[in-house]
Each structure stands twice: as C-alpha cells, then as structure tokens.
C-alpha cells in the first residue's frame, strides 16, 4: 500500500482481472484524491472523496475509504491494458492547505 | 474542467544556465500555484506554494534562491531554476487553485495539474 514515505508498489495484473491499490495517510483530512499518471506525462483526476464519505464509484472506478484506519483503496474492476499507468493517492487536510501525495503504484496490466 | 498548461514541456540545458518554466491558467483566476517535482519512478514532491503577489512559502529542504518562483498574475506563474546541474534533473508540475470561488472551482479544494516540464541538465 502507499504511505506518505515509502517506495512506490508495483502491480501487475492480466487484462480483465480487478486490481486494487492501498493508501494510507498520517493525518485528518478533509478529502482523499486519486489521481493517474501516464509515464512521463501529467497528472489526471479520477475521484475525490470526502472525509465523511465511505464509499464512491466512478465508471470501473471504486474507491473506500475508512478513517479510523486512515486509509484508502481504488478498485479498478475489469482492467484493461489502457489502465497501464502510475496511481497516487493525495490527501488535503482540514485546512486545505497541505496536499500529500502518497508514493504511488505503478499498475502493470497485461493484455 | 479547468485547464492548466505548462511551457515548456521539455528542455534541455547545459550545467550553468537557468530555465524557467511557466505554468498557466486557461480558463479561471488561480489565486494559488503549486510547484511540485517528481523524481523517475517516484512520487511528486511539493517544493513550493505562490500567492498571487506574494512572495512564495518554500518547502523544507528547497533552496529559495535556486528555484525562483514568480506569481505575478492570476494566470501566470514561474519557475527558474537558476545554475541549473544535473541533480536538477526532473520532471516539474505546477497545479493551480482558485482560492475565491470566482470561476466555480473552489469546492473540495481541488487543484488542477499541468502535464509537467521534463528538464535534463547536461
């Protein structure tokens, strides 16, 4: 899973399976993004959600997240080789002054 | 969605010379602009964060007078790197955010990323 300081994880999956990647975070937040990152390329939003929310979908996208454990995961269900791509989580504090970037994973899906 | 832009989106230079970068808002008033710098395979680093018409507040461990940052608009922020070395070498991404609520965009806080400057330090 990503946390704040760690090396990014590495995933790879066979094209239609589900894959699913960890974020946990340090401090209270107001909201949790996702965001994807082609290689060498800038960053692309998928999903926001708030501190009070538990789960939210977004086309094959599902994202959870449980506050007490502070953490979050994205599902990405029947994936396709185009999901290739880096995932990072941020998180925006109370304040929305500080926006953290966990290390990522890099998403290999296999066709 | 609102859109960001980078220029230029890659650059190469020799050790010694400076380059700056620019990021821009197309389609809102960004009342903050973020600097972050992503090293290969790795996550992105915030380096920095400019106020329209204040100076920038600088990360820990940033150098203010190597990364220079400018936001002197609401559309238009830089980046210098001056004396550039190799060690700089590094993917750059600005984002923006538009504090006032103006163009719609505030809520959640979101900011919005340009696609990144690769800069290669010879």
């Known amino acids: 899973s990503q946390q704040g300081e760690e090396d990014p994880q590495a995933l790879s999956i066979q094209e239609g399976e589900n894959a699913t990647m960890n974020c946990s975070y340090k401090?209270?937040?107001?909201?949790l993004q996702w965001y994807r990152q082609n290689s060498g390329r800038g960053l692309v939003h998928l999903i926001l959600i708030r501190s009070n929310e538990r789960e939210k979908h977004s086309g094959r996208l599902r994202v959870t997240l449980d506050t007490s454990k502070k953490s979050s995961s994205l599902l990405i269900t029947a994936s396709r080789a185009a999901d290739t791509a880096s995932y990072f989580c941020?998180?925006?504090?109370?304040?929305?002054?500080?926006?953290?970037f966990g290390p990522g994973t890099r998403l290999s899906v296999l066709p | 969605g609102a859109v960001v832009s980078q220029h230029p989106s890659r650059v190469i230079c020799k050790s010694g010379t400076s380059v700056k970068i620019e990021c821009r808002s197309l389609?809102?008033?960004?009342?903050?602009m973020f600097w972050y710098r992503q090293f290969p395979k790795k996550s992105l680093m915030l380096m920095a964060t400019?106020?329209?018409?204040?100076?920038?507040?600088?990360e820990q461990g940033v150098e203010k007078d190597k990364f220079l940052i400018n936001h002197a608009s609401l559309t238009l922020s830089t980046l210098t790197v001056t004396s550039a070395h190799p060690e700089d070498s590094s993917f750059y991404i600005c984002?923006?955010?538009?504090?006032?609520?103006?163009?719609?965009?505030?809520?959640?806080?979101?900011?919005?990323f340009g696609p990144g400057t690769r800069l290669t330090v010879l």
């Open positions: 389609d809102f008033q960004a009342t903050t």
């Open positions: 400019s106020n329209e018409g204040s100076k920038a507040t600088y």
């Open positions: 984002s923006a955010r538009d504090n006032t609520g103006q163009s719609g965009l505030v809520i959640y806080n979101e900011q919005f």
């Open positions: 401090t209270s937040i107001n909201n």
């Open positions: 941020a998180t925006v504090d109370n304040y929305g002054q500080n926006f953290v």
